[in-house]
Nanobody, 122 residues
């Protein structure tokens, strides 16, 4: 049974930073790409970032490029999302997922976490 557990969300002022963590159990973590997604109120879930199995290939949504950094520690079965220069538009529930990726490095979720709320105040 795969478990994906996010943590690190919270309330932060605009311009601040947060680091999300996601721990995976029940699968060989280092064999899978990992992704972060988010869903704002009244909007569809959207892609944020993806990292391949070794951490050597990374992609970001344009809206977070230059502000967010994805990383992983395969020894700890953990993927991180460092979020800097946060804006109220970043307010959303953030979801971590074990993903497969297409040849164009587009992530497709296999297993989802429960999500963690990030709220950015102005």
């Amino acid at each position: 049974q795969v478990q994906v557990v996010e943590s690190g969300g919270g309330l932060v002022q605009a311009g601040g930073s947060l680091r999300l963590s996601c721990v995976v159990s029940g699968r060989t973590f280092s064999s899978y790409a990992m992704g972060w997604f988010r869903q704002a109120p009244g909007k569809e879930r959207e892609f944020v970032s993806v990292i391949d199995e070794s951490g050597s290939r990374i992609n970001y949504a344009d809206s977070v490029k230059g502000r967010f950094i994805i990383s992983r520690d395969n020894a700890k079965d953990t993927v991180y999302l460092q979020m800097n220069s946060l804006d109220p538009e970043d307010t959303a529930v953030y979801y971590c997922a074990v993903v497969s990726v297409t040849t164009h490095f587009v992530p497709q979720a296999l297993y989802w976490g429960q999500g963690t709320q990030v709220t950015v105040s102005s």
